[in-house]
């Protein structure tokens, strides 16, 4: 199985900052890397798929990289509304897998 | 709009069975592979079970193999997951999610809004 590791766990930031939350696999899954976001009670939702590619109607200010066993999630200048939970999903093989999550919280 | 409505959860003692539903509409549900996915109280995503287009294949996280199933019912629009034997750590909120295509090995897009299976005595 493919294991999912991501850093930090948790990081306290101000409106207006830059965040990168990284995420390792345990082998190179190429670019099958995407990317979550989970706010309190609801249901995640996909940001990012295949390392870069930006979901239909998520604002620009979200970007992916990485390619091989390394990637980033950047949120290039953090909103209110972008205080949540953040996971990373490989899907270069079964059983899917998921990084331990990302909280991000407000400064 | 796409919507994903599961049911089914509830209150169910150690050893016992459930079974969960996922509605889906506003799509061709037979078009596209579907899993679910769980999330236990204030942890992390775990991926439990996906099943492809026609229900021909299935896959299972080995915490779950041979206790829970997955199916499909094209014709009622439908995806269900039959859990038995069921521990304390299965407690948790259940997800349907539809796959953005055929491929098993993809993203979510979306996900249901989850129903939440407590096992306790």
């Known amino acids: 199985d493919i294991q999912m590791t991501q850093s930090p766990s948790s990081l306290s930031a101000s409106v207006g900052d830059r965040v990168t939350i990284t995420c390792r696999a345990s082998?190179?899954?190429?670019?099958?890397l995407n990317w979550y976001q989970q706010k309190p009670g609801k249901a995640p939702k996909v940001l990012i798929y295949?390392?870069?590619s930006l979901q239909s109607g998520v604002p620009s200010r979200f970007s992916g990289s990485g390619s091989g066993t390394d990637f980033t999630l950047t949120i290039s200048s953090l909103q209110p509304e972008d205080f949540a939970a953040y996971y990373c999903?490989?899907?270069?093989?079964?059983?899917?897998?998921f990084g331990g999550g990302t909280k991000v919280e407000i400064k | 709009e796409v919507q994903l409505l599961e049911s089914g959860g509830g209150l169910v003692q150690p050893g016992g069975s459930l079974r969960l539903s996922c509605a889906a509409s506003g799509f061709t549900f037979s078009g596209y592979a579907m899993s679910w996915v769980r999330q236990a109280p204030g942890k992390g995503l775990e991926w439990v079970s996906t099943?492809?287009?026609?229900?021909?294949?299935?896959y299972y996280a080995d915490s779950v193999r041979g206790r829970f199933t997955i199916s499909r019912d094209n014709s009622k629009n439908t995806l269900y997951l039959q859990m038995n034997s069921l521990r304390a750590d299965d407690t948790a909120v259940y997800y349907c999610?539809?796959?953005?295509?055929?491929?098993?090995?993809?993203?979510?897009?979306?996900w249901g809004q989850g129903t939440l299976v407590t096992v306790s005595s």
């Open positions: 082998q190179s899954i190429s670019n099958y």
């Open positions: 295949t390392t870069s």
């Open positions: 999903q490989q899907s270069y093989s079964i059983p899917l897998t």
């Open positions: 099943i492809t287009t026609g229900g021909g294949n299935t």
């Open positions: 999610a539809k796959h953005p295509f055929e491929y098993i090995t993809s993203w979510f897009d979306p």
